[in-house]
């Protein structure tokens, strides 16, 4: 691919949705509005795709050059004045994430087409669903801090007009507590780049990877600020409250974009800017992210045992799951920022499958009590047998998408070596051990049994409309499961590009 083309499909990647989402808000008709937000959406999804052909490195991580080096970039002045740019850039550590956010958004206002949540206008939760897509991929394709920061900040207030406008009885609360803990990280970031920007000189991440003008000082101050800032997006065990309720109160499609992207913002962030940026800042810090991430893993095990709401159990697995990917990325080591990269793909394939499940049940039984689902497979085998592939996929079963990242974090640990690693690989084996004990006992309380009253009234039949819509993310989860290098490979060269500041 010529590097021209390369540069209208990152245009087109942002540009599209945007356009899209004006569109979709200035049509009266509602459902022709979510048509056209569903082809929007489609159009992105494939002037994403193409991304990883050609550039520098072909998208095949061949590269062996330590420089930052992405495949098709743009950089244009943007404040001259600042000397701020409008510089976006596309890699193995982004496009994975690009190509999970386009085509969960896809699915999500083709799921529109079919059911709308009450509460308002389709038309404009679509028009929403194309704005937070606008900030997601932003983030994740911007390469300026300032940048960043902008699109980070766009996604607050059209989640939390999704929240309050089609959520459940409490969601005007579980919106505001979202937005709280969001400004709070918010600001964390905004102090966090002032720092770097004002150390370095400069705002061009690629630039600054490897703590390049940024000297021990500046690099603790800013990671420590940085790091603070992504754990609550992510979010990350103890800032990870907001979360529950979110999910728990948000309709089925803001909780996919919640749970299968959104929270990747963080771990993203932490990745490509914390410890690209301020590597000497990251090695100081790892033990205590390190620490953190094994409390979250059995923290998040341990409250979901005790959950009886099928979303909020499945949202405090998130916390766990996220979990898993900052041990890896405390590793600082290839091993470990692989796993943490792979672990944030399947994570946003299952969890979404399970949050379109979830809210399937709960549309048609009209409760999320796990004590009133019980016996599903005996009026709704086909939902059931679904709910089961999602449940022994999140667990980690080898040849799933929830296998490899969990995994390798934990083999990272071990190669890290040293008393303090070992402990915590240990710790998160049996945090993963947790993770299969209450995903099992959700399968029992859900799927067997007699069926309960609220059960017995569903029909047997998955609706054609909900096939589409699940069957991409079933064929991901297999496709990731047993050919892991769909992710790996393309990763490969940034994350050695990336280490290479590591002190």
């Known amino acids: 691919m010529s590097g021209l083309v390369g540069q209208v499909l990152l245009v087109a990647v942002l540009a599209v949705p945007a356009v899209g989402a004006v569109v979709v808000a200035a049509l009266r008709h509602d459902r022709a509005a979510r048509l056209v937000g569903t082809v929007a959406a489609g159009l992105t999804l494939l002037a994403a795709l193409p991304l990883v052909a050609g550039g520098d490195d072909g998208g095949t991580?061949?590269?062996?050059?330590?420089?930052?080096?992405?495949?098709?970039?743009?950089?244009?002045?943007?404040?001259?004045?600042?000397?701020?740019?409008?510089?976006?850039?596309?890699?193995?550590?982004?496009?994975?994430?690009?190509?999970?956010?386009?085509?969960?958004?896809?699915?999500?206002?083709?799921y529109t087409l079919w059911r709308v949540p009450s509460g308002g206008s389709g038309r404009a939760l679509v028009a929403l669903l194309l704005v937070v897509e606008v900030g997601i991929l932003g983030t994740f394709l911007a390469l300026d801090l300032v940048l960043f920061f902008v699109f980070f900040e766009v996604v607050l207030l059209p989640m939390y007009a999704i929240i309050a406008g089609w959520g459940g009885p409490d969601r005007h609360r579980a919106?505001?507590?979202?937005?709280?803990?969001?400004?709070?990280?918010?600001?964390?970031?905004?102090?966090?780049?002032?720092?770097?920007?004002?150390?370095?000189?400069?705002?061009?991440?690629?630039?600054?990877?490897?703590?390049?003008?940024?000297?021990?000082?500046?690099?603790?101050?800013?990671?420590?600020?940085?790091?603070?800032?992504?754990?609550?997006?992510?979010?990350?065990?103890?800032?990870?409250?907001?979360?529950?309720?979110?999910?728990?109160?948000?309709?089925?499609?803001?909780?996919?974009?919640?749970?299968?992207?959104?929270?990747?913002?963080?771990?993203?962030?932490?990745?490509?800017?914390?410890?690209?940026?301020?590597?000497?800042?990251?090695?100081?810090?790892?033990?205590?992210?390190?620490?953190?991430?094994?409390?979250?893993?059995?923290?998040?095990?341990?409250?979901?045992?005790?959950?009886?709401?099928?979303?909020?159990?499945?949202?405090?697995?998130?916390?766990?799951?996220?979990?898993?990917?900052?041990?890896?990325?405390?590793?600082?080591?290839?091993?470990?920022?692989?796993?943490a990269l792979i672990g944030n793909i399947a994570h946003g394939i299952i969890t979404g499958l399970l949050f379109f499940l979830a809210g399937a049940i709960k549309d048609r039984a009209h409760t999320g009590d796990l004590a009133d689902l019980s016996g599903l497979r005996e009026t709704a085998p086909r939902l059931a047998g679904l709910l089961?592939?999602?449940?022994?996929?999140?667990?980690?079963?080898?040849?799933?998408?929830?296998?490899?990242?969990?995994?390798?974090?934990?083999?990272?640990?071990?190669?890290?070596?040293?008393?303090?690693?070992?402990?915590?690989?240990?710790?998160?084996?049996?945090?993963?051990?947790?993770?299969?004990?209450?995903?099992?006992?959700?399968?029992?309380?859900?799927?067997?049994?007699?069926?309960?009253?609220?059960?017995?009234?569903?029909?047997?039949?998955?609706?054609r409309a909900e096939l589409l819509t699940w069957a991409p993310l079933v064929l991901l989860t297999l496709a990731v499961g047993l050919a892991p290098i769909l992710v790996l490979g393309v990763a490969q060269a940034p994350v050695d590009a990336l280490l290479s500041g590591r002190p």
């Open 388 to 463: 089961g592939f999602a449940a022994v996929a999140s667990l980690g079963l080898p040849g799933l998408a929830g296998f490899w990242g969990e995994a390798f974090a934990v083999i990272a640990a071990v190669r890290v070596g040293g008393p303090l690693w070992l402990t915590l690989a240990v710790l998160a084996a049996l945090g993963g051990a947790l993770t299969a004990a209450y995903l099992l006992r959700l399968l029992r309380q859900v799927t067997h049994g007699r069926a309960s009253s609220a059960v017995a009234q569903l029909g047997p039949g998955v609706a």
């Open 175 to 339: 919106a505001r507590k979202f937005a709280l803990y969001t400004l709070f990280g918010s600001v964390l970031l905004l102090v966090g780049v002032l720092v770097v920007v004002t150390a370095a000189g400069t705002a061009d991440i690629v630039a600054l990877t490897g703590g390049t003008g940024l000297s021990r000082g500046p690099q603790l101050a800013a990671f420590t600020l940085l790091a603070l800032a992504f754990a609550v997006k992510s979010p990350l065990w103890p800032l990870h409250s907001w979360l529950p309720d979110a999910h728990t109160q948000a309709p089925t499609v803001g909780s996919v974009i919640l749970a299968g992207v959104l929270l990747k913002m963080g771990t993203y962030g932490l990745i490509r800017v914390a410890v690209g940026v301020a590597p000497e800042g990251a090695e100081w810090a790892a033990p205590v992210l390190g620490v953190l991430a094994v409390a979250a893993i059995l923290v998040g095990s341990l409250v979901c045992l005790a959950q009886t709401e099928l979303k909020r159990l499945i949202a405090y697995s998130s916390v766990g799951h996220m979990g898993f990917v900052l041990l890896g990325v405390a590793t600082l080591t290839g091993t470990g920022l692989r796993a």
């Open 61 to 110: 991580g061949a590269d062996p050059s330590p420089a930052v080096r992405p495949w098709h970039q743009v950089d244009l002045p943007w404040v001259p004045g600042l000397d701020l740019r409008l510089h976006l850039g596309v890699d193995g550590i982004s496009w994975p994430l690009v190509v999970l956010t386009a085509l969960l958004t896809l699915l999500c206002c083709g």
